[in-house]
């Protein structure tokens, strides 16, 4: 089976639209986003075993709701496989339960966990979806309650949007600075809803799967009865369909413009407030605070995740089995 395929984008940039595209393709399969992956690698590391694996994955939600056999994934585990081939045995298993040849990912909290998606799973290509942060903060932030987990690592505000957007995005990039030709290609939300036919064969060219028009006949073919955040499935792409000049104020666009206007600069999108300016002191001690909360957050999720109590707290047929963050 080819490399997998990972949709990166921050969250609310759009990559569930891109994934719900590219999934139609006959060359690939892209299911609901996953979680699982930081989780299976801190609990089986080195050689896995195969019992525990299987035990651990009984309790996992999200492989019943994918309609995966787990007796079809025990047949593709094998003696001194590690984590990487071992989690790709899940995905494997659901593609070939839908009749793909290839599988992908789109789950926005493995923005966070870029060195450890190349270490499991190398020769993976990355499409990094990037979406005007002003943009991305408005979606984000009027998401309704309940289509979440919160932490205390999940941002309330405009300026702690973009302190996560600019760690992420520059995260992304670097990543695709350091792969070879041929693995990563940055693509802008933009560019997709205005001119979906172009970029997505583009996409399907990189990744070397089939395009086809029926890509993007997806309206009416998606569930979202029970995503009341993904309600614009119901349409075709769309173009302005949040608008940050009408739905921020102008203190919250300049708010987010000093924590990532360099950035955006850097990207292509005008400011309210030109010319780009590299982050101030305040803002830089803004940006290294939340990114301690979030190492702090995500490192008691490892812990947790690592010892017993994960298994008492998340029994078989239980709920919660893998979401270590609310941002993603």
């Known amino acids: 089976m080819k490399p997998p395929l990972f949709v990166l984008g921050v969250s609310r940039s759009g990559t569930t ?7 139609r393709s006959p060359g690939i399969a892209i299911p609901d986003e996953s979680f699982f992956v930081p989780l299976l690698a801190r609990r089986h590391r080195g050689t896995v075993d195969s019992e525990r694996f299987l035990d651990d994955l009984r309790r996992l939600p999200v492989l019943s709701q994918w309609g995966v056999s787990l007796e079809d994934i025990g047949r593709r585990l094998h003696p001194e496989m590690e984590a990487g081939p071992a989690i790709a045995a899940i995905y494997e298993s659901y593609a070939a339960s839908v009749g793909k040849p290839r599988w992908g990912d789109k789950t926005p909290m493995y923005m966070r966990h870029l060195p450890l998606l190349e270490h499991l799973f190398p020769g993976a290509q990355f499409v990094h979806l ?3 942060g002003r943009d991305a903060a408005v979606s984000f932030l009027r998401m309704p309650a309940g289509t979440y987990t919160r932490t205390w690592a999940h941002p309330d505000t405009v300026t702690d ?7 992420e ?22 560019a997709l809803v205005a001119e979906p036919d172009e970029v997505v064969s583009s996409i399907c060219a990189f990744a070397d799967i089939p395009f086809v028009p029926e890509m993007l006949e997806y309206t009416g ?8 955040h993904q309600q614009r499935l119901l349409e075709p792409p769309t173009v302005g369909v949040r608008d940050w000049h009408s739905e921020l104020g102008a203190e919250e666009a300049l708010a987010f413009e000093a924590v ?11 400011l309210l407030s030109p010319p780009a300016r590299a982050p101030g002191l305040r803002d830089r001690a803004g940006i290294a605070s939340y990114r301690a909360r979030l190492a702090a957050w995500n490192g008691a999720a490892a812990a947790v995740q690592r010892s017993p109590l994960w298994r008492l707290r998340h029994r078989a047929g239980t709920d919660r089995g893998g979401r270590d963050s609310a941002a993603g």
């Open 169 to 190: 995005v520059s995260a992304a990039r670097a990543l695709g600075a350091r792969t070879r030709p041929g693995r990563y290609l940055e693509v802008r939300y933009e």
């Open 221 to 228: 073919q998606v569930d979202v009865s029970a995503k009341p």
């Open 161 to 167: 949007f973009a302190r996560l957007w600019r760690t």
């Open 17 to 23: 639209l891109l994934r719900v595209i590219l999934d």
């Open 260 to 270: 990532a206007g360099d950035l955006l600069t850097e990207l292509g999108y005008p």
């Open 130 to 132: 990037v979406r005007d």
